[in-house]
T-cell receptor, first 112, second 116 residues
Framework: RKEVEQDPGPFNVPEGATVAFNCTYS??????FFWYRQDCRKEPKLLMS???SGNEDGRFTAQLNRASQYISLLIRDSKLSDSATYLC?????????????FGTGTRLLVSP | EAGVTQFPSHSVIEKGQTVTLRCDPI?????LYWYRRVMGKEIKFLLH????????ESGMPNNRFLAERTGGTYSTLKVQPAELEDSGVYFC??????????????FGPGTRLLVL
């Protein structure tokens, strides 16, 4: 079983749509959680951190459910520029230092 | 401020040859990480430096991989001899030391390695 599981997609949505991605993680000791965005042939870039209380950044909302070991990302009013791969990332603490564990990513295609 | 840089951007070598990848972290970042993405798979952790010391190298595939960070600035990752399964994208990331809080890792553009 993978440590971080995501639906690879692709999710094809029209502009303006709302789309949600989900992710589950297996290590209950994981401490922090992130969504990274990766454009084609580019490096991953931090989109947002994910907190238990939920957090919002403009059109993006992230939620964490520690009991279910489940993370979500909601994108409202999708833009063409949102087309990318969204990586669910879990931060595992190891001897006091951090190590990122990545999901395979969910690909989003926003069409006109 | 300059981001994480990696060199070369692409490398095509034959099986059995040696390749050395370089990473220059963001200035002042003591944490330096190497990750790898093999085609069709997720990005996976290789190792972590704190300054010049290897903190965690549990992700290194085998002893054909050697990472160094002399002087605690840039890092190199050498693959010798390269095998076909070493093909992939090698990412470097850096972050500031954290006293227990969440740190943000900034990624370089990656080196695309193809072993023929």
């Amino acid at each position: 079983r993978k440590e971080v599981e995501q639906d690879p997609g692709p999710f094809n949505v029209p502009e303006g749509a709302t789309v949600a991605f989900n992710c589950t993680y297996s290590n209950s000791a994981s401490q922090s959680f992130f969504w990274y965005r990766q454009d084609c042939r580019k490096e991953p870039k931090l989109l947002m951190s994910v907190y238990s209380s939920g957090n919002e950044d403009g059109r993006f909302t992230a939620q964490l459910n520690r009991a279910s070991q489940y993370i979500s990302l909601l994108i409202r009013d999708s833009k063409l520029s949102d087309s990318a791969t969204y990586l669910c990332v879990v931060n595992e603490w190891n001897t006091g230092f951090q190590k990122l564990v990545f999901g395979t990513g969910t690909r989003l295609l926003v069409s006109p | 401020e300059a981001g994480v840089t990696q060199f070369p951007s692409h490398s095509v070598i034959e099986k059995g040859q040696t390749v050395t990848l370089r990473c220059d972290p963001i200035s002042g970042h003591d944490n330096l990480y190497w990750y790898r993405r093999v085609m069709g798979k997720e990005i996976k952790f290789l190792l972590h430096f704190v300054k010049e010391s290897k903190q965690d190298e549990s992700g290194m595939p085998n002893n054909r991989f050697l990472a160094e960070r002399t002087g605690g600035t840039y890092s190199t990752l050498k693959v010798q001899p390269a095998e076909l399964e070493d093909s992939g994208v090698y990412f470097c990331a850096s972050s500031q030391l954290s006293t227990g809080g969440v740190e943000t890792q900034y990624f370089g553009p990656g080196t695309r390695l193809l072993v023929l």
